[in-house]
């Protein structure tokens, strides 16, 4: 069946540094794919999404781009802030059939900021 | 707008008793989806529904759960008896157009069976 796989964190960082967090995805198909941000006390909000094969998404400074290739979404960000602490879930969205509003989502990864 | 809005915020319960968690979604949103956060299992969808129908509730956990929509504007999620492992975060997410765009989350009910 369809899953998404995330690195394991908790990933800590010092403030300006720069961010990688890994996911891949198996899938039939080609879904959409997601990256949601949680932040402490709150639901889940997207930070960016991809449709289809090399899309870039991008928001806030952060870019993920859709690898068919490799099956790959990974999250990158040049300079994290403090603000940025949170935890972070990759997500696939089936391309059709029944259940096409049907997100599946990873693990979540924990980051922490330090100033 | 308001958001999707989830009550009780917090709720605190014995094991055996029945829990009724709340949602509201946004307006105008036709699906709503139920979710389940937890340390052991993350995040995982119990059911969801497409104007006010299930169409899918493979996760729900077991009989003990159920999940209605008698309206656009509500949707609870109850569990009778309840039990300390279903101590979790429950989130309800609502989306416009079949779930086909982003999906919306409200704050969360944390609940906890003692």
């Known amino acids: 069946g369809n899953s998404v796989t995330q690195m394991e964190g908790p990933v800590t960082l010092s403030e300006e540094a720069f961010l990688t967090i890994n996911c891949t995805y198996t899938a039939t198909g080609y879904p959409s794919l997601f990256w949601y941000v949680q932040y402490p006390g709150e639901g889940l909000q997207l930070l960016l999404k991809a449709t289809k094969a090399d899309d870039k998404g991008s928001n806030k400074g952060f870019e993920a781009t859709y690898r068919k290739e490799t099956t790959s979404f990974h999250l990158e960000k040049g300079s994290v802030q403090v603000s940025d602490s949170a935890v972070y879930f990759c997500a696939q969205r089936p391309a059709g059939g029944t259940s096409y509003g049907k997100l599946t989502f990873g693990q979540g990864t924990i980051l922490t900021v330090h100033p | 707008d308001a958001g999707v809005i989830q009550s009780p915020r917090h709720e605190v319960t014995e094991m055996g008793q029945e829990v009724t968690l709340r949602c509201k979604p946004i307006s105008g949103h036709n699906s709503l989806f139920w979710y389940r956060q937890t340390m052991m299992r993350g995040l995982e969808l119990l059911i969801y529904?497409?104007?006010?129908?299930?169409?899918?509730d493979s996760g729900m956990p077991e009989d003990r759960f159920s999940a209605k929509m008698p309206n656009a504007s509500f949707s609870t999620l109850k569990i009778q008896p309840s039990e300390p492992r279903d101590s979790a975060v429950y989130f309800c997410?609502?989306?416009?157009?079949?779930?086909?765009?982003?999906?919306?989350f409200g704050p969360g009910t944390r609940l906890t069976v003692t």
């Open positions: 997410a609502s989306s416009p157009r079949g779930g086909y765009y982003e999906q919306y």
């Open positions: 529904f497409n104007n006010n129908v299930p169409i899918d």
